[in-house]
């Protein structure tokens, strides 16, 4: 057993010892008392089984620990998905990924603010049979990221094909708070697919609008079930679909008691009705069965909504269905509780961007079967003037979804750091499609991703702390990041 790991047993065990840990540099302190992990990442065909009778022919991602073992890669059960990777902030990450597919990839760690030389950009990806070395510390706050492919025109496919994994972080400041634990931990990956009827994956690049699917699987089950106690446990939702947005929801009408967000936990816990989970986010979610009985399911849904488009297929966008269910089986006992305090963090203040007078504006705009931020399409190298920022600089960027006609939902994500949601508008021409999911946003938090709905306009706060170089904004609606909706910025030094 590591040092690390029989302290953090002691402090869950006593109060007195947790309420004494610091915050801020000792939780760096933690990782960096840790050797390097090193990890050998492979992306190559496979076959799973997701549906009974013939196994699905998919992509998944493999990993090797090449260091000494400490449990840092673990798997999401019996699924198609690539393994979870544990680290620890302060932690150093090595990763060598090969790419045994039969086209070029990269490697993105989604939320993760590293070198450029680390980010998988598109220009970076390399042939079948080729490798690319990662080499990274993890300076993130404790959360639930995720890695994912990221070649130029070809993510969409790729990650629908399988290549999709966690990468949780811990750090002292989580560990310190009495939040569930292993099993009581459950990550949730939330993907939909189309199948043939051999079980093979329907992907059909036509539409410009996005794919859906009509089978919603979780950790790679369609509506798996959860045998779970009556205790609290702590749900790591991510949305790992291409185009599909969920409004999750307890189908009893218990409220969604959030507890963290993409960058990690809230600075308390907030209650929602139900919550909108784009493409490309993460919510954690505290469920508290402790007055549950034995013999009880607890259903968790996507309710219905409606004006994000996407309106064919058989399973439309915003059209309600069954996730997955949780069945009471067994009296268990913990003396958790929602705590009321969580993990404080640096709150933005806008005032002081240095552009808060004039904010740059990224506006969306259709063209040519595509949507464009101001009109432009992805170049592999290039950047606009609006697009060079400085180290060090807080700005306000204003994302705008009200070109005349709008119809559709974007999910618009930054690479480098996380940022935080200053303020959204709406046109009051949408306000009634807006009403059915504005409540289920959870903007209190730190992010990489946002959802625009049409008519929205949203002014987000960034800094650019550590790293200078090229990284890429774009719509995490893989169909349209693939269609050009991306592009690069610069971060000078
Ligand atoms: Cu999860 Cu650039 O993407
Ligand atoms: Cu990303
Ligand atoms: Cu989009």
């Known amino acids: 057993m590591s040092r690390e790991i029989s302290r953090r047993r002691f402090l869950s065990q006593s109060a007195a010892a947790a309420a ?4 801020g540099s000792k939780s760096f302190a933690q990782g960096r008392n840790l050797p390097p992990a090193e990890i050998l990442l492979t992306a190559a065909p496979g076959s799973a089984q997701i549906l009974p009778g013939d196994p699905t022919p998919i992509n998944r991602f493999t990993a090797k620990e090449t260091t000494p073992a400490r449990g840092i890669v673990g798997r999401p059960g019996d699924s198609f998905l690539g393994p979870t990777i544990r680290v620890q902030k302060g932690q150093r990450l090595r990763v060598l990924f090969v790419n045994n597919l039969d086209n070029k990839s990269i490697v993105h760690w989604h939320g993760l603010d590293v070198p450029e030389a680390s980010d998988g950009h598109p220009r970076f990806a390399v042939d079948p049979g080729e490798t690319f070395w990662y080499d990274f510390t993890v300076i993130n706050r404790a959360g639930t990221y995720w890695y994912h492919p990221h070649p130029d025109q070809i993510t969409g496919p790729q990650v629908y094909s399988g290549l ?9 400041e989580e560990a310190s708070l009495p939040l569930p634990q292993n099993r009581a931990d459950i990550p949730c990956v939330i993907q939909d697919r189309v199948f043939n009827t051999d079980n093979s994956l329907v992907y059909e ?13 979780v950790n790679g089950k369609p509506s798996p079930n959860y045998y779970v106690g009556t205790r609290c446990y702590r749900l790591r939702f991510l949305n790992g679909s291409n185009s599909r947005i969920y409004k999750l929801a307890w189908s009893d009408g218990t409220p969604m008691d959030v507890i963290a967000t993409d960058g990690g936990l809230l600075e308390a816990p907030v209650s929602k009705p139900y919550v909108m989970l784009a493409p490309g986010q993460r919510v954690e979610v505290w469920a508290d069965f402790r007055n549950r009985q034995v013999g009880e399911v607890v259903t968790l849904k996507s309710l219905e909504f409606s004006g994000a488009g996407l309106f064919g297929g058989a399973l439309p966008q915003g059209h309600p269905f069954d996730l997955m269910t949780f069945s009471i089986n067994r009296q268990e006992f913990d ?27 990224f ?21 606009s003037e609006n697009e060079i920022v400085r180290r060090g600089d807080l700005e306000i960027w204003e994302f705008k979804n009200t070109w005349p006609g709008m119809k559709m939902a974007h999910p618009i994500h930054l690479h480098g750091p996380n940022f935080q949601v200053v303020e959204r508008t709406i046109d009051p021409a949408y306000q009634s499609s807006y009403n059915n999911v504005k409540d289920g946003y959870v903007d209190e938090g730190i992010v990489d991703t946002v959802m625009l709905m049409p008519g929205e306009t949203i002014k987000i706060a960034i800094r650019w702390d550590n790293f200078a170089g090229l990284f890429l904004y774009h719509c995490h609606n893989l169909e349209h990041e693939d269609r050009m909706m991306m592009r690069n910025f610069r971060i000078l030094p």
């Open 20 to 23: 004494a840990v610091a915050l």
């Open 164 to 172: 999709a994994g966690l990468l949780v972080v811990s750090d002292d």
């Open 205 to 217: 690049t036509g539409g410009r609008e996005g794919f859906l699917g009509d089978v919603v699987l």
């Open 335 to 361: 003396n958790l509780s929602l705590p009321k305090k969580l993990a404080p963090f640096e709150r933005y203040d806008p005032t002081k961007a240095v552009n808060y007078k004039n904010p740059r504006v």
């Open 363 to 383: 506006d969306i705009v259709p063209n040519a079967g595509m949507w464009l931020f101001n009109n432009l399409p992805f170049e592999m190298e290039n950047v």
